[in-house]
T-cell receptor, first 110, second 116 residues
Framework: GIQVEQSPPDLILQEGANSTLRCNFS?????LQWFHQNPWGQLINLFY???GTKQNGRLSATTVATERYSLLYISSSQTTDSGVYFC????????????FGAGTRLAVHP | EAGVAQSPRYKIIEKRQSVAFWCNPI?????LYWYQQILGQGPKLLIQ????????DSQLPKDRFSAERLKGVDSTLKIQPAKLEDSAVYLC??????????????FGEGSRLTVL
């Protein structure tokens, strides 16, 4: 069936470290978004990236649609980066229905 | 530009009671979504509207959940009667386009429901 798998499930970093989060998906997609869920539960849009590469400050993302994966890079991590990172995809032929992965829980320690 | 507005932010009820959540999407966004997020899990789509028509409600527990978007703008999600397992955050999102076209989704702050 349709699957969105994120890895690793948990990640602990020292402040200043870099990290890579991965999202694998099982079929071709029309839409792929990365979100950061803050401690208050709000989903913050990071990237709308069904294909290609984008950068925003210390964050960047790459989606290789033909190989069905996306990567989120966090450089020089800060304690405020802590939270849960979700990848969500809308599969081709659907109705822009975003299906979420289980998330990567990131903790950045000072 | 105003974001997606939701209310109430928090609600505590006893099982078998009813509750309603309200959502006002970003102005001009034709597509509106309700998601349920249980603690420790990713959000799960309950229902998707395109204007005031339902596009997908395959995961909506229709025996107790209902939703409407009468004028194609704001929406209400109702639970009656509530069960303990309905304790979750209910997230509303909107996007400019829907159907088979792509469109970035924007989420509100959510409504946290606790059923005792």
């Amino acid at each position: 069936g349709i699957q969105v798998e994120q890895s690793p499930p948990d990640l602990i970093l020292q402040e200043g470290a870099n990290s890579t989060l991965r999202c694998n998906f099982s079929d071709s997609v029309n839409n792929l978004q990365w979100f950061h869920q803050n401690p208050w539960g709000q989903l913050i849009n990071l990237f709308y990236i069904p294909s290609g590469t984008k950068q925003n400050g210390r964050l960047s993302a790459t989606t290789v649609a033909t190989e069905r994966y996306s990567l989120l890079y966090i450089s020089s991590s800060q304690t405020t980066d802590s939270g849960v990172y979700f990848c969500a995809v809308a599969f081709s032929g659907g109705y822009n229905k975003l299906i979420f992965g289980a998330g990567t829980r990131l903790a950045v320690h000072p | 530009e105003a974001g997606v507005a939701q209310s109430p932010r928090y609600k505590i009820i006893e099982k078998r009671q009813s509750v309603a959540f309200w959502c006002n999407p970003i102005s001009g966004h034709a597509t509106l979504y309700w998601y349920q997020q249980i603690l420790g899990q990713g959000p799960k789509l309950l229902i998707q509207f395109q204007n005031n028509g339902v596009v997908d409600d395959s995961q909506l527990p229709k025996d107790r959940f209902s939703a409407e978007r009468l004028k194609g703008v704001d929406s209400t999600l109702k639970i009656q009667p509530a069960k303990l397992e309905d304790s979750a955050v209910y997230l509303c999102a909107s996007s400019l386009v829907g159907s088979t076209n792509t469109g970035e989704l924007f989420f509100g702050e959510g409504s946290r429901l606790t059923v005792l």
